[in-house]
Structure formats: structure tokens, C-alpha cells
């Protein structure tokens, strides 16, 4: 599985961006969808997850409530939608596959793409 993650830029604190992230394999679909960011200084970060058929999502706290994940097995892309943006959310962030949601939210990842910077502003 070849991930590819795009719609990264610079973004005043209070906007939104939303992340994309093309898959190329056919065995996408069988695969949990996640982000995972990391900040300057910091270690990696889990951000939000989906089930294979989208049935299942997890965030972490950080995030929930500001950043949704959706996925469209039949496109092979899955996105992230980041609304009400903090400082703290600048980091790069990475599309991942995994075998579930739960070994994502773990850090058990299958795949990494490469990842895409988020820069917050004030």
C-alpha cells in the first residue's frame, strides 16, 4: 500500500484545512485509515482513525470535536477535516494504514505515507 497525503499549508489560528490521502493497492479497503502528526521537538502523535468500512472511528482527545476522518474505499482516499485549528495542531502530519483502529491509535502501523505540514498561526 503506497499512501500519498496532500492539502497541507498555512493557516491562521480559529480556520480549518482539510488533509487528503491518495492509496494505491488494491487491498486498500481491508486496511484501517489514520493520522498521525508529530511536532517540532515532539514525538509522534496519533490523531484520528477509521475502520476499513468507515463503520469505526477513534481521535484523540486533542482533537475531537475539532477534526472529523471520513474515507471512500471506492476513490482509495481518506481525509481530515480540521476545523477550529490551535497553535498546538501545527506538526507534519502522516496517513497510515493499519490493521485496525485500535493498533493505530497504538502506533501499530502497516504503511506510512509521507507526511504533509500543518502550520497554525496566531
Known amino acids: 500500500v503506497q499512501l500519498q497525503a496532500s492539502g497541507g499549508g498555512l493557516v491562521q489560528a480559529g480556520g480549518s484545512l482539510t488533509l487528503a490521502c491518495a492509496a494505491s493497492?488494491?487491498?486498500?479497503?481491508?486496511?484501517?485509515l489514520g493520522w498521525i502528526r508529530q511536532a517540532p521537538g515532539k514525538e509522534r502523535e496519533f490523531v484520528a482513525a477509521?475502520?476499513?468500512?468507515?463503520?469505526?472511528?477513534d481521535y484523540s482527545d486533542s482533537v475531537r470535536g475539532r477534526f472529523t476522518i471520513f474515507r471512500d474505499n471506492a476513490k482509495n482516499t481518506v481525509s481530515l477535516q480540521m476545523n477550529s485549528l490551535k497553535l498546538e495542531d501545527t506538526a507534519v502530519y502522516y496517513c497510515?494504514?493499519?490493521?485496525?483502529?485500535?493498533?493505530?491509535?497504538?502506533?501499530?502501523?502497516?504503511?506510512w505515507g509521507k507526511g504533509t505540514q500543518v502550520t497554525v498561526s496566531s
Open positions: 493497492a488494491r487491498t486498500f479497503g481491508f486496511y484501517a
Open positions: 477509521v475502520s476499513w468500512n468507515g463503520d469505526s472511528t
Open positions: 497510515a494504514a493499519g490493521g485496525g483502529v485500535r493498533s493505530l491509535t497504538n502506533g501499530d502501523v502497516n504503511y
